[in-house]
């Protein structure tokens, strides 16, 4: 009999609803319901529409429990973001989004009141703007309502679904506020930020059973499972127990980085921006870059379809290389009104012309793309002395071997493309896990078996080309020479 398990991975930028298949020996996906998501941005504040995320995943279980033998649900999404909820468990309007640009003045807030090397130490989650204690903090200077509980995204979603008012440890490990040594929240901290009148959720731990599902109420009997809420986590319980391989999960943002036996909280690690968040295997120690959010934004802008970018980037892989190479990481391409006109401004900078022909621009952007992957690879193995082996690419990046092929010969490294849908197998293994239906130990060859993956090899003459433009690159980060050769 095949055992059948509802994976919901939502996204910053569109949330899916999968039904996983298991016969005991191979796993299946299908993608139910699929539906775009994104923040609300209005004259004062930018938020999610936190009811047509509910609504739509809602729509999507509806479907994917028409067929029989579904026996749990789990939800997973992006980290930080919350929901506010009065004591008595309405919710209050209020919900947080990370790309408000309100949100980085504040880090300075948290800075005056407790030295930075101290909540790194404790927390292993550097200051920055997006995190949820930033935004707390927002919050109370602005007497915003935060008096009450908190939810973040999956954890709202499971509590329409059952009820449940807990949070699972890797989403919690985003935050900034949980303690990476006693594996609690940091209640010193919470104190110390000024935001102790709010009632942080319980912390379980992946694979726990919040209780029986309610909502759609087609059917009885069928769990709601805590599984790797945060979806770095779920993507990289993929991976198996600790091993030297380090990940790509490539996506609205690009998360670089590998599991380890333990958090790193140096004071480099900490004035480099590396966050150490809790997965199944180890600590998660990673850096949150700029993904694919830039010509997201973009290809909506020029109203392209996801249908045309197949064709974008066949001829983009015909075209002229390091025609306009530019920092991604740059503050300005963080949340602008319009990513056209940053991308202008910016070229105008730097001195140079933006380029005219869409594939030449998107191949200039996954150029800039990899030369950030690149410096960041570099900072890890600096920051850890583990020198990978091989490179794993997860995420709708994996689609793009183009981008693998950069990745490899940017790097010298080996790259692994797949899963693609890596969230979701996480999830769902997790669930399979909490059913009883397979062993931890067959994770990682399961997970590799839902498609082909493909190990794609640098080549050296490329990969020499790659570290002349790098050196230039380092050496200045504002005005990049074009490369023509």
Not at 57 to 85: C, E, H, M, Q, Y
Not at 179 to 190: M, T
Not at 306 to 330: E, H, N, Y
Not at 407 to 423: K, N, Y
């Amino acid at each position: 009999m095949d055992y059948n398990v509802v994976a919901v991975d939502l996204g910053a930028t569109s949330g899916r609803v999968y039904r996983v298949s298991f016969n005991g020996r191979n796993l299946y996906l299908s993608e139910i319901y699929r539906f775009s998501n994104g923040p609300v941005v209005t004259s004062s504040s930018v938020a999610w529409n936190l009811n047509w995320i509910i609504d739509s995943t809602l729509l999507g279980l509806r479907k994917a429990l028409d067929i029989p033998n579904v026996i749990s649900v789990a939800i997973d999404s992006w980290g930080v973001d919350f929901g506010v909820f009065t004591v008595g468990g309405e919710f209050s309007g209020v919900v947080s989004c990370y790309r408000d640009p309100k949100n980085e003045e504040y880090a300075q807030h948290i800075r005056r009141k407790v030295p930075e090397f101290v909540v790194y130490k404790r927390t292993g989650v550097p200051i920055n703007g997006i995190n949820t204690s930033t935004q707390l903090v927002r919050m109370l200077h602005n007497d915003e309502e935060i008096e009450g509980r908190i939810l973040f995204i999956a954890g709202i979603v499971a509590n329409k679904l059952c009820g449940s008012w807990a949070a699972e440890r890797s989403i919690v490990s985003t935050t900034q506020l949980y303690n990476q040594h006693s594996g609690e929240w940091d209640e010193a901290l919470v104190s110390e930020l000024g935001i102790g009148n709010l009632i942080l959720p319980d912390i379980v731990t992946p694979g726990s059973v919040l209780g029986e599902l309610t909502i759609p109420e087609q059917q009885t009997g069928i769990k709601v499972i805590s599984g790797l809420e945060h979806d770095t986590q779920a993507a990289t319980f993929c991976l198996g127990p600790v091993c030297q391989e380090l990940f790509i999960c490539s996506g609205t943002w690009s998360i670089v980085g590998t599991t380890l036996s333990r958090p790193v909280l140096s004071e480099a690690a900490m004035n480099t921006k590396w966050s150490n968040e809790s997965g199944f295997w180890g600590t998660d120690f990673l850096k949150n870059l700029p993904g694919m959010w830039i010509m997201e934004r973009l290809f909506s802008e020029m109203s392209i379809t996801r249908a045309t970018v197949d064709g974008i980037i066949q001829k983009a892989a015909l075209s002229d290389k390091f025609k306009f190479l530019f920092d991604i990481t740059d503050p300005c391409f963080f949340s602008p009104s319009s990513m056209i006109s940053a991308l202008r401004q910016h070229a105008r900078e730097l001195g140079l012309a933006l380029p005219d022909e869409l594939p030449v621009l998107y191949r200039s952007f996954l150029e800039s793309l990899v030369m950030a992957y690149k410096d960041t690879i570099n900072e890890l193995v600096g920051l850890t002395g583990v020198t990978p082996k091989c490179i794993r690419l997860m995420g709708g990046g994996a689609r793009n071997r183009l981008l693998a092929q950069m990745i490899a010969d940017a790097t010298g490294f080996l790259v692994v493309r797949g899963p693609v849908e890596a969230s979701v197998v996480g999830n769902a293994l997790v669930q399979m896990v909490a059913n009883g239906l397979l062993d931890v130990s067959d994770v990682r060859a399961l997970a590799s078996s839902v498609e082909e993956l493909e190990v794609v090899e640098p080549s050296l003459l490329e990969t020499q080309i790659w570290e002349d433009i790098y050196a230039r690159y380092k050496s200045n980060r504002r005005r990049i020479e074009g490369y023509h050769g």
